[in-house]
């Protein structure tokens, strides 16, 4: 089974084992479906969830108390790959890496070697004659077929 980093456990909430979820998904409602995350290699099922401010508190079977939420705060929440719900065509952000890079003329840049999340969005590192950092947004990102490894970016003056 493929897991894949979707969040952080960035606190604990109230005194009954809740903790406070860092959603790297789509959106935190979105996260809140899913019904098992892995901590540490461990499943701990979704007892609920519910989005608050951007982030999402979770209570996951098996912690039950404020000390046990604790011990997993800073901890990264993986999802079985199949749990995550893709539209025709669609892929995770992390599929990306390890593709070719075009420009928008077809010319090899080199090929995507990271996903840098900013506080204003995730931008990709390309590494070829030189490093190129792209916005991950559809203005730039003008074709991605990771299943072929290879992806065309818009490219402007000054990148």
């Known amino acids: 089974m493929?897991?894949?980093?979707?969040?952080?456990?960035?606190?604990?909430?109230?005194?009954?084992?809740?903790?406070?979820?860092?959603?790297?998904?789509?959106?935190?409602?979105?996260?809140?479906?899913?019904?098992?995350?892995?901590?540490?290699?461990?499943?701990?099922?979704?007892?609920r969830a519910r989005a608050q401010k951007g982030f999402v508190i979770a209570k996951l079977a098996g912690i039950d108390s404020i000390d046990e939420a604790e011990r997993v705060k800073n901890r990264i929440v993986y999802v079985p790959r199949e749990d995550i719900p893709l539209e025709e065509g669609g892929f995770l952000v992390s599929d990306l890496v390890g593709c070719e890079a075009r420009d928008q003329h077809g010319n090899v840049l080199g090929r995507v070697t990271d996903v840098i999340s900013l506080p204003r969005g995730e931008v990709l590192e390309i590494r070829g004659e030189r490093e190129i950092l792209v916005p991950l947004v559809k203005e730039f990102l003008i074709d991605a077929a990771p299943e072929l490894g290879v992806i065309t970016v818009c490219v402007i003056e000054g990148m």
Not at 17 to 31: L, M, N, Q, T
């Open 2 to 47: 493929e897991l894949v980093e979707t969040g952080k456990i960035v606190n604990t909430h109230g005194l009954r084992g809740e903790v406070k979820i860092e959603p790297w998904a789509d959106s935190a409602e979105a996260f809140c479906a899913f019904e098992r995350l892995y901590i540490d290699g461990a499943e701990h099922r979704t007892e």
